[in-house]
């Protein structure tokens, strides 16, 4: 192959190469001097070290302020007692003296009413034993009465018998 041939061939693979004006626009060593190196990147965080933080899906199972809204603030609880404010009132001893009070009112109470109920329980037994006599009774006069007709039927037979004979 020539020379010239060569030349052709060379320039022909050439064609697809930047030219000086199509390098004109790419940066410089200047130009890249004002971009962070590798020194300057150290400081910052990397994905290993942000493996360690919460995801989304972490936070998903924790409080929104919405599930808040419900709560108490520390505006709705200055209307409260505080401990100091307690301290003033009943002391376990106080209460203690107020509850057996109370407690041996409660069993006075639960006595009068045994007591009361032990006399309805009397007078309903006197009730029982009253309308079971009376039915007795009821029963005796009815059999009493029947026997009185029976006596009374025979002896208008015996009389009539007398009287026509």
Same mark, same amino acid.
């Given at each position: ?31 890249? =001097?004002? #971009? ?7 400081? #910052? ?7 360690? #933080? ?5 936070? %998903? ?16 609880? %200055? ?9 003033? #009132? ?32 009397? =007078? ?42």
């Amino acid at each position: 192959m020539t020379d010239s041939e060569k030349l052709d061939l060379l320039l022909l693979k050439m064609e697809g190469f930047a030219t000086k004006d199509d390098l004109k626009s790419f940066a410089t060593k200047d130009d890249l =001097k004002s #971009f962070a190196t590798k020194d300057d990147l150290k400081p #910052f965080a990397t994905k290993d070290d942000l493996k360690s #933080f919460a995801t989304k899906d972490d936070l %998903k199972s924790f409080a929104t302020k919405d599930d808040l809204k419900p709560f108490a603030t520390k505006d709705d609880l %200055k209307s409260f007692a505080t401990k100091d404010d307690l301290k003033s #009132f009943v002391t376990n001893d106080s209460l203690r003296h107020e509850m057996n009070l109370i407690l041996s009112e409660i069993d006075s109470t639960e006595q009068r009413l045994n007591r009361r109920f032990e006399e309805v329980d009397k =007078k309903i037994l006197d009730l029982r034993n009253y309308v079971t006599s009376m039915r007795y009774s009821s029963e005796a006069v009815e059999i009493l009465m029947k026997r009185q007709d029976n006596v009374e039927q025979r002896l208008q037979k015996v009389e009539r018998k007398v009287l026509y004979s």
